[in-house]
């Protein structure tokens, strides 16, 4: 009686250890067998969600790609003072006309010339009405008088001026027949309207001309007017502008939506708009160059013509002065250091038009200078030590070459600007008008479909084995034992047992259960002669 509990208490030790070893440690072969055992679940949903996969790839709205190709040629430029980028380097243009392209002069001018800040929505069937719209399937009989819109009905609106307190209010626009309609806010009539007509409505606050009107009766169009700087910044959102590669000068344009017709117009509007502001803007500088040197040019004269007076009254006063080769080479190389300071100085009244000291093309011009005095500073110390004759003819002389080649200079630049006036063009060129891409890119409907069925998948076998090892049971003999249980044997799972139950399983019940057979009948005699028989000794003493 003492041994008993001892060995089954050392017989349980080791046997809870393995349990628990057997708990933390990953059965593969289970979980294999797991989702063997729910492969039809598995199929199910996996599939499911493939077909879900489908009908999105099917329904959803394709997105369209337009597309633009522009050129900003490295053409010099109508600015005679901008000889001195030769000097100074000139920074790639493109980013400027990137900045340019998307301000508000070029989309703002888009946004009044197309009247983008006026949305107009057809009102569709539920889920399938996009669908149907873009197979071409139009209003058939029995969808006379539905609000819905089918394929080929449309409205035109040329015009929608609204105060600010209607600015983001949605309008109901209903179709009447062929030539009126009736406006409501809210589910409240505003009054019916013409086409072709410029109506008032809300006691002026809202105005309106429909120009076409192509629906059929009861179809329902939804109209917001927004404001002129959230459709800029609408307009701003959906449209790209790159430049490929780099320093190349070729921007590419780009913009992506619903209706492919309406961004090719959007996107060749704003080319027109970008060439129409850059050949202007060349022109106006040309034309702002010329009113500079004419004003120079008077001025310059005078110059010119007191430094020649001063020069022939000294040579005067001192008979016949002539200057040394020495003192010639100086001049020389004064003359023209004194140009190119001058020209300099004429280049930095334009840029500080446009730019700051900060600027980095400003800061090389002041450096570029600076260079130029302190070389004339050197000459100017060797002219000190030439005889004052010499000296008093040199800067005479001096200041009359360098005024007479200013002169010369400007004659030159106003002759140039009045033929760049007459022939301006722009440094744009559109390589490639905008063209519709063959091919949505948006949706990507294969990726979808597998994606879907991939998460599908995933989703199934994940919900699988997190069922499993919440409702685990009893899965091994070792764990009944455990339990202080007896096991008698072991009866694995038949496989032929199953197909003969299921044989033998009523074909026209559908709610029969299965009928005990082979194996499992033989299981039950068995349990109930040993039940009988170990009731047969206590019948007899009875």
């Known amino acids: ?44 949903i996996t599939g499911l969600f493939a077909v879900i996969g489908v009908i999105y790839a099917l329904l959803a709205t394709p997105i369209y790609k337009v597309d633009a190709l522009i050129q900003i040629d490295d053409a010099p430029s109508t600015n005679p ?17 990137i900045e340019i392209i998307r301000s508000r002069m070029v989309l703002g001018r888009a946004v009044d010339l197309l009247n983008l800040d006026i949305t107009i929505s057809p009102k569709r069937l539920p889920l399938l009405g996009d669908f149907l719209v873009r197979r071409g399937v139009e209003r058939p009989d029995f969808a006379q008088g539905w609000e819905s819109t089918w394929a080929g009905e449309g409205i035109t609106v040329s015009e929608m001026p609204v105060d600010d307190a209607m600015l983001g209010s949605t309008i109901t626009l209903r179709v009447l027949d062929e ?6 806010l809210e589910g409240e009539s505003l009054g019916k309207g013409s086409v072709n007509q410029l ?32 459709a800029i910044e609408d307009l701003r959102s959906s449209f790209s502008v790159a430049e490929q590669g780099k320093e190349t000068g070729i921007l590419s344009w780009s913009m992506t939506g619903e209706n492919p017709r309406k961004l090719q117009r959007i996107l060749n509007t704003i080319a027109d708009i970008y060439y129409s502001q850059n050949v202007q803007r060349q022109s106006e500088e040309a034309r702002n160059s010329l009113e500079f040197l004419d004003n120079q040019v008077p001025k310059v004269r005078a110059q010119l013509d007191a430094a020649e007076s001063r020069l022939n009254e000294f040579r005067t006063s001192r008979d016949s002065v002539d200057l040394s080769l020495e003192t010639q080479s100086v001049l020389e190389r004064i003359v023209n250091l004194e140009a190119q300071v001058n020209q300099l ?33 050197k000459l100017n110390a060797q002219v000190k030590n030439l005889p004052e004759t010499q000296q008093e003819v040199l800067r005479l002389t001096r200041s009359v070459e360098v005024t007479q080649a200013i002169y010369v200079q400007l004659l030159n630049k106003v002759q140039e600007m009045e033929i760049a ?4 063009v722009g440094n744009v060129r559109i390589l490639d008008d905008a063209g519709i891409l063959p091919q949505p890119v948006k949706p990507k409907k294969a990726m979808i479909v597998i994606i879907a069925t991939l998460l599908g998948g995933m989703l199934s076998v994940g919900v699988i084995l997190l069922r499993a090892a919440f409702r685990r049971g009893v899965e091994s003999p070792d764990q009944l034992e455990a339990l202080g249980l007896p096991m008698y044997a072991t009866i694995p799972l038949s496989d032929e047992q199953g197909k003969l139950s299921r044989k033998v399983k009523r074909a026209t019940d559908k709610h029969s259960r299965q009928i005990p057979n082979g194996l499992q009948r033989a299981i039950r005699l068995t349990w109930l002669s040993r039940r009988y028989a170990a009731c047969v000794p206590a019948c007899t003493l009875q």
Do not use: C
């Open 1 to 44: 009686m003492n041994q008993t509990p001892q060995h089954t208490a050392t017989g349980a030790m080791p046997t809870a250890a393995t349990r628990d070893n057997d708990d933390d440690a990953i059965d593969l072969g289970r979980l294999f067998g797991i989702l063997v055992d729910h492969k039809q679940w598995i199929i199910a």
């Open 179 to 184: 030539s009126h309609y009736e406006l409501f």
């Open 199 to 230: 109506d008032s409505f809300a006691d002026g606050q809202l105005n309106l001309r429909v120009t076409s009107l192509s629906a059929a009766q009861g179809a329902e169009f939804s109209l917001t007017h927004i404001s002129r700087m959230q």
């Open 81 to 97: 003072l901008a000889d001195v980028n030769s000097i100074l380097g000139k920074e790639p243009p493109s980013q400027s006309e």
């Open 421 to 424: 006036k007459a022939s301006t």
């Open 345 to 377: 100085e004429l280049t930095e009244a334009e840029i500080a038009k446009r730019y700051t000291p900060s600027h980095p093309t400003y800061k090389a011009l002041l450096e570029k200078k600076a260079q130029l005095k302190r070389e004339m500073d």
